[in-house]
């Protein structure tokens, strides 16, 4: 059992959360430096799962009851027009954030997730909504942060709260923002040695077709 810094006790379920998708070893050893550090870098390549495990994290954290609510975050970056885009802000991310929710889907109940969905538990906040934001008893998830600018990247880190936990998940091969050096993440990896209890995690390890390493290689040559 855990305490806050209100003095009030936070309860864990007597049983482990019971995912439909149990994670390898390699995720397994992340997941723990993960839960160790206020702060972790997860990079790797196109396919080695850096969203599917901090979605495991963030939804381990919420389902026992260590935090209050799950933060998504994703850079709007589009590499080609989509034109406009009607609805809430909530319709406007969608189709942002829908790789971090089919995540969540394939881990959890997809009954359950709608629900704390619906009921704000889970939430998706547009980067330029940060500013003046603290993330308190949060797990807070940045995916595709290599097309997170350092302004933008400083602001979010800068938010951190009391029993928060972020995960920025990202691989600086796959900037997409037109200047490559103004990639937040790159700075944030070259830092991240002189900041305590901030840990990066590389997954190396491919959870799609072996086809997708075959591609990568040959691009990248």
């Known amino acids: 059992m855990n305490t806050n810094t209100?003095?009030?006790?936070?309860?864990?379920?007597?049983?482990?959360?019971k995912f439909k998708i149990q994670l390898?070893?390699?995720?397994?050893?992340?997941?723990?430096?993960?839960?160790?550090?206020?702060?972790?870098?997860?990079?790797g390549k196109a396919g080695s799962s850096k969203t599917f495990l901090c979605c495991n994290v963030a939804l381990d954290l919420l389902f026992t009851k260590q935090i209050e609510k799950i933060v998504i975050m994703r850079p709007m970056v589009s590499t080609e027009d989509i034109g406009h885009l009607p609805g809430d802000i909530n319709d406007k991310m969608q189709p942002w954030m829908t790789p971090i929710i089919e995540n969540m889907?394939?881990?959890?109940?997809?009954?359950?997730?709608?629900?704390?969905?619906v009921e704000g538990r889970i939430?998706?906040?547009?980067?330029?909504?940060?500013?003046?934001?603290?993330?308190?008893?949060?797990?807070?998830?940045?995916?595709?942060?290599?097309?997170?600018?350092?302004?933008?990247?400083?602001?979010?880190?800068?938010r951190t709260g009391i029993d928060?936990?972020?995960m920025i998940a990202g691989d600086?091969?796959?900037?997409?923002?037109?200047?490559k050096s103004d990639s937040g993440l790159s700075k944030l990896i070259d830092v991240a040695e002189k900041i305590d209890k901030l840990a990066i995690v590389h997954l190396t390890s491919n959870y799609r077709d072996p086809i997708v390493e075959q591609i990568i290689d040959e691009y990248d040559n």
């Open 105 to 117: 889907y394939d881990l959890y109940d997809k009954t359950k997730i709608e629900k704390e969905i």
């Open 24 to 43: 390898t070893e390699e995720q397994k050893q992340g997941k723990a430096i993960i839960l160790d550090n206020k702060i972790t870098v997860v990079t």
């Open 123 to 158: 939430r998706i906040l547009p980067l330029q909504f940060t500013q003046g934001v603290t993330f308190r008893n949060s797990a807070v998830l940045v995916d595709e942060a290599q097309n997170c600018t350092k302004e933008q990247l400083k602001m979010i880190l800068t």
């Open 172 to 179: 600086p091969q796959q900037i997409q923002i037109k200047r």
């Open 6 to 17: 209100n003095g009030s006790q936070k309860r864990k379920p007597k049983n482990p959360i």
């Open 164 to 166: 928060s936990k972020i």
